[in-house]
């Protein structure tokens, strides 16, 4: 169960964060305040010939302040939500695909309600202008786009110093994990293959999540 996960996560001086993506939620839990909050997309046309296109879903109707502040207060309950479970908070995907005048109030006021989560914003693929708006302390963490990084132009520096006005910068383990040690305050632990001594059971409740620890 979330309670086992956690108890075995944090014995490895991890603390569990699990994903919410903030940018759509799929079309069947689009009931309660889900459906005066968002807006259901058009399924995607069948074509025999080809796979099986994504399911439907449903995208935050942001049109104004009023509900913006709801579509937080949502968000802050399935927060809350993973921590009781036993999350220590969580990893807010789809940042750049919201308007970019939404996302740093969104999160000042996800921080206001979510006292005590660790909150990740993760941030590759959101523009700079959006970056230079978040206020800082909205968050825990933000990522660095280190994976993107062709290893000589220092685009890489430049967002760094944006990243840490933010907050600490976590770099997720890849092809320049040499550099992620030097460049990141913290570092990502990859749920992509368990460390020996985690139980299946356990690894596969985890993947699709986070983990995060102190830099070493």
């Known amino acids: 169960d979330a309670a086992s996960v956690s108890a075995a996560a944090r014995s490895h001086g991890l603390a569990p964060l699990v994903d919410l993506a903030v940018d759509h939620i799929p079309a069947g839990e689009l009931d309660g305040a889900a459906s005066r909050l968002f807006n259901l997309l058009p399924a995607p046309s069948l074509d ?12 935050p109707a942001l049109h104004g302040p009023e509900q913006a502040a709801a579509f937080a207060a949502w968000l802050a309950g399935r927060i809350q939500g993973a921590r009781d ?28 309600l979510s006292r005590g989560a660790v909150l990740l914003a993760w941030t590759p693929g959101t523009a700079w202008e959006v970056l230079r708006a978040i206020k800082p302390g909205s968050v825990d963490l933000v ?24 907050a600490p910068v976590a770099a997720p383990a890849g092809t320049h994990t040499a550099v992620a040690a030097v460049l990141a305050d913290a570092w990502m632990a990859s749920l992509d293959a368990g460390p020996s001594g985690w139980t299946d059971a356990a690894w596969n409740a985890l993947r699709g999540g986070s983990a995060f620890g102190a830099a070493p």
């Open 85 to 112: 479970a036993g999350a220590a908070g969580v990893r807010l995907l789809g940042l750049d695909r919201l308007p970019g005048n939404v996302v740093p109030a969104l999160l000042a006021r996800l921080r206001e």
């Open 143 to 166: 990522a660095s786009s280190l994976d993107w990084w062709d290893g000589g132009e220092d685009w890489i520096w430049q967002e760094l110093a944006i990243l840490r006005r933010i």
């Open 48 to 59: 025999p010939r080809q796979p099986p296109g994504p399911a439907a879903q449903a995208v």
